[in-house]
């Protein structure tokens, strides 16, 4: 079973990897003809709308080895629908009489269905429900995710069920493969960006993400780098609470996060209960950027993580410090390389991180191919460089992964994305610097990924 947004996404990613979304169309057609042609006893009527859905069928119409008559409920507008609809003798919606046929076939309204529909729609779906007539859609019933929707006897739904189908709303479902790639499901791609939670044009300071990074102490640039790079990934506010040796030095670095100093030169148990405050008004935290591993802190950072009580990202010397003590059912995300998985997993492979994830929440297992894993999927990231070995990468990483978890992306979507635009950024910085590039070359870049991949 995919969301809605899922289906939109692997339109995209199978677009990037040659299969356009005209090709699927074609085969979408396909298999919504041979089921009208199974299911028609008499006279068909398509009623197409004017977007892709209605291009589906369209191409329908074209593959149909029975007689249909086509009509149109809105004057095709996307281009796919256009060049479907090309060759087509279609009449009006307002011309048709929807007793003088035995099948309707439902192409109004697909998965695109945001809000309240309009009372076109309504008078449409109220008049097809009315009918009494046979009733076969396209993708989902028309009005699929709103109160009011087209009762169908039939729905032949394309690569997957769609979340909320049921037998109830749908009638029987079919489901038809139309050729997306299995790459465009397992790996991510551009297609990915479509999750970006941009911020609304009158929202205000604070409401795209506020993320609590808790790093410093031993080492100073790590937690700099996090926090750096969650506000290159859009995050609003960005606070990082560090220990007296590491606050001054943090805090002339830049303006553009907030710090707040800790009790002692180690994170400690004293600092527990500001950092609980703290959190309180904050969307997500990130834990591990510099905080070294002196006894004091690796109690502290089990403790904190767990009582903290919104979504937390481990990393670097949190990962170790909290690796034989682990809280279950947390919101947590961990992103270690090689050596930091071992102490995670003992013997690390598929089916122990599925089994680990269950318990315990997302891992991004990084490597030349970047795998991340939740309890029930997993996703492969084929983007970056050799050149990304280079110190500090991994602070970015997390950073972008913790700012977009904090922007109200879930867990396992944040770490893909995440992931993938850290590649990017790679990528980037590498062809403008080759081997000589720094981890501060990568958080440079973040902003000229998201300006080429996200579109208004």
Not at 99 to 104: E, G, H, S, V
Not at 148 to 153: A, C, E, F, G, I
Not at 327 to 347: A, V
């Amino acid at each position: 079973m995919i969301s809605i947004m899922d289906s939109r996404i692997l339109d995209a990613n199978s677009e990037c990897l040659g299969v356009p979304v005209k090709s699927l169309m074609e085969s979408a057609g396909k298999a919504l003809a041979e089921i009208i042609d199974s299911e028609c006893t008499g006279r068909t009527l398509i009623i197409c709308g004017n977007g892709n859905n209605g291009g589906d069928g369209y191409t329908a119409a074209k593959f149909c080895k029975k007689d249909v008559t086509v009509a149109s409920f809105k004057k095709p507008k996307s281009p796919l629908c256009i060049e479907a609809s090309n060759n087509i003798e279609y009449m009006p919606y307002e011309d048709v009489k929807l007793t003088d046929y035995d099948l309707i076939v439902d192409c109004v309204l697909g998965t695109g269905v945001e809000g309240n529909l309009r009372p076109e729609y309504t008078e449409y779906i109220s008049s097809v429900n009315q009918a009494g007539i046979k009733v076969i859609s396209c993708d989902v019933p028309t009005g699929f995710g709103t109160e009011t929707l087209v009762k169908s006897d039939i729905t032949v739904t394309f690569h997957d069920i769609k979340e909320g189908m049921s037998q109830d709303n749908c009638g029987k479902i079919i489901v038809a493969d139309i050729g997306i790639p299995v790459d465009a499901v397992e790996t991510v791609n551009a297609g990915d960006f479509l999750r970006y939670p941009k911020s609304k044009k009158d929202s205000h300071k604070g409401q795209n993400g506020r993320l609590l990074i808790i790093g410093g102490g031993p080492y100073i640039g790590a937690p700099v780098s996090s926090a750096l790079s969650a506000l290159r990934a859009g995050v609003d506010l960005v606070t990082i609470a560090t220990p007296k040796t590491s606050f001054a030095p943090i805090a002339s670095m830049s303006p553009a996060y907030m710090v707040k100093q800790l009790t002692s030169d180690v994170l400690c148990m004293d600092d527990i209960p500001l950092i609980l405050k703290m959190s309180k008004n904050v969307d997500a935290v990130l834990i591990g950027p510099g905080l070294g591993l002196d006894e004091k802190t690796i109690d502290a950072v089990r403790e904190l993580v767990q009582r903290l009580e919104i979504p937390t990202v481990i990393d670097a010397d949190g990962i170790t410090a909290i690796a034989n003590n682990i809280p279950r059912n947390k919101d947590l995300i961990f992103t270690p390389h090689s050596r930091e998985l071992k102490r995670l997993i003992d013997n690390p492979s598929d089916q122990s991180l599925y089994d680990f994830c269950s318990l315990y929440g997302t891992v991004v297992r990084k490597g030349p191919v970047d795998i991340i894993y939740c309890s029930s999927k997993s996703r492969k990231n084929h983007t970056g460089c050799p050149a990304m070995t280079v110190g500090g990468t991994g602070d970015v990483l997390s950073g972008i992964i913790a700012g977009l978890r904090s922007k109200g992306m879930d867990s396992f979507d944040a770490a893909c994305l995440g992931t993938h635009i850290c590649g990017l950024a790679g990528e980037r910085a590498f062809s403008e610097h080759s081997y000589g590039m720094t981890s501060v070359d990568v958080t440079n870049e973040i902003g000229h990924v998201l300006k080429e991949r996200l579109h208004d």
